[in-house]
């Protein structure tokens, strides 16, 4: 283990108390269960670095010994691993700025997970500190007094913590660097309230599924249930205070989706009929799937490359009570899998790097390499190519991504239509701020105008020559 002195602590420091915690952020405190916070705490913490080893969040907090765990513990811990990771590299610098040498990887990870407790959660800080030390006991009794002085430095001025931690870039904006730079270069007005967005929460947004369930009929049963929405059009509602949807009212009969606002403008601007033939390329899991058949009952082939995956979609269209044929193929090797007959609509939900949707997914953030997005616009490149020839003169493909990079949207479709003659892009209006030009929506934003991740939106036309 690497030196474990910290600065000097004077002595006569007063020992951390339950008037110190922190009321901002989302509520972390500690679980009321038999599962000790110092297991939930070094558990959070191997998760945390299993998310930095290249594991996504899920799967990382999946793979952790959990046994003995209730509901309350896994609360806590996702909490813990997801909060962390939403604002990695403020804590990086913050533990930087208050070690000589850099600790142990498991140690390190402790006092992240800490230190996000202390600055970002109602759990009292003598609670998080005592068990913090007990979790790094765990880990080598020769750490204990190491983190227990680390935490309280903290403690004594956590307004100079923030600071120390919003003194670089990475820190301040808590995203790669190479992020930072990248989205500054690509939206130059807008750069601050993309990164912003990232790292904000994404409320829970609803589609009502009009074919089953009306928006009243909905909002009628959440109410008996004392469940407060907000509308925000004739099929989309915000639960305020986010619960399980497999508790809510109407979710079993199929009276509604999960799906963000952003997702949801998809299936309009793709403008499906009922007698048109529709593919949904990468289809799972299946919510715009889903959105595109509520809206027409159209001949709707839904493609993942993803077996599993693909079964997501099945289960959710039986859910809603809805059809359509799935096939387990990769969409960019055509002969493959298409059959001859052209498309009227294709929608293309290109995979990408998930940059406009991290603020529901933190681990995005540290999962992904600069060198990700080289390789994911070749893919989309190839998707483009070999799916226009599946489609209709006088057809329309609906490109997509949840990313806030420019080689991935308007620089991929700036090229598109230079390598095809008879493709040309037709307008499209977007809601929310101006930023939302040229089919990039901003993630996050201003509650009057839009809460959404961070979409873009092109659509192609297919012309006679």
């Known amino acids: ?88 590299g403020e804590l990086r610098v913050i533990v930087r700025a208050f070690v000589r ?49 680390v935490l309280r430095n903290v403690l004594r001025n956590p307004d100079e913590a923030r600071a120390k931690g919003a003194a670089s870039e990475e ?21 601050e309230a993309i990164l912003r967005g990232g790292n904000g929460h994404g409320p829970l947004t609803l589609r009502v599924n009009t074919l089953r369930c009306s928006r009243e009929k909905l909002i009628d049963a959440f109410a008996a249930k004392k469940i407060e929405v907000e509308t925000l059009g004739e099929t989309m509602i915000v639960v305020k205070r986010p619960r ?73 269209l039986s859910r809603l009570g809805l059809t359509a044929r799935t096939q387990v193929a990769n969409a960019a090797d055509v002969s493959t899998w298409w059959d001859g007959a052209p498309f009227d609509r294709i929608l293309l939900d290109a995979p990408c790097t998930g940059s406009g949707v991290v603020r529901r997914h933190p681990d995005g953030k540290w999962l992904k390499r600069e060198s990700d997005i080289a390789q994911l ?41 230079v390598r095809h003659s008879n493709m040309r892009r037709v307008r499209i209006s977007l809601p929310g701020d101006p930023a939302s030009a040229g089919g990039q929506l901003l993630p996050g934003g201003n509650k009057k105008t839009h809460n959404h991740d961070g979409f873009f939106y092109a659509l192609l036309e297919k012309t006679a020559s």
Not at 41 to 63: F, K, M, Y
Not at 68 to 78: I, M, V
Not at 380 to 392: E, N, S, V
Request: aromatic share 6%.
């Open 244 to 316: 399980p949807v497999h508790r809510m009212p109407g979710f079993a009969e199929g009276w509604f989706s999960v799906q963000d606002g952003g997702a949801q403008l998809a299936a309009p601007l793709l403008g499906a009929k009922a007698e048109h033939r529709v593919l949904d390329a990468c289809a799972a899991p299946g919510g715009k799937t889903a959105h595109i058949l509520e809206l027409a009952p159209c001949n709707l082939v839904a493609l993942d490359v993803d077996a599993e995956r693909l079964l997501r979609v099945a289960e959710n």
């Open 101 to 149: 040498a850099k600790p142990d990887a498991l140690i390190e990870a402790v006092l992240w997970i800490a230190i996000y407790e202390l600055l970002y959660s109602r759990t009292a800080s003598h609670v998080v500190v005592s068990q913090a030390v007990e979790a790094a006991e765990r880990v080598n009794r020769g750490a204990k007094g190491f983190v227990n002085a």
């Open 1 to 88: 283990m690497a030196n474990l002195s910290p600065p000097p602590t004077p002595a006569a420091a007063p020992p951390p108390t339950a008037s110190a915690t922190k009321p901002r952020g989302a509520p972390g405190a500690a679980p009321a269960s038999a599962v000790s916070l110092a297991r939930v705490q070094l558990t959070a913490a191997q998760a945390v670095l299993a998310v930095l080893a290249g594991t996504n969040a899920d799967n990382a907090i999946a793979r952790q010994d959990t046994s003995g765990f209730d509901g309350a513990a896994r609360g806590a811990l996702t909490d813990l691993v997801l909060g962390t990771l939403r604002h990695l």
């Open 171 to 191: 820190g301040h904006w808590n995203h790669p660097q190479w992020w930072i730079d990248r989205v500054r270069a690509d939206h130059p007005e807008w750069w």
């Open 377 to 417: 616009a070749a893919l989309q490149t190839q998707l483009i190519d070999g799916l226009w020839t599946t489609l209709a003169v006088g057809g329309r493909l609906l490109y997509c991504t949840c990313s806030v990079f420019r080689d991935e949207n308007a620089a991929q479709i700036d090229a598109a239509l």
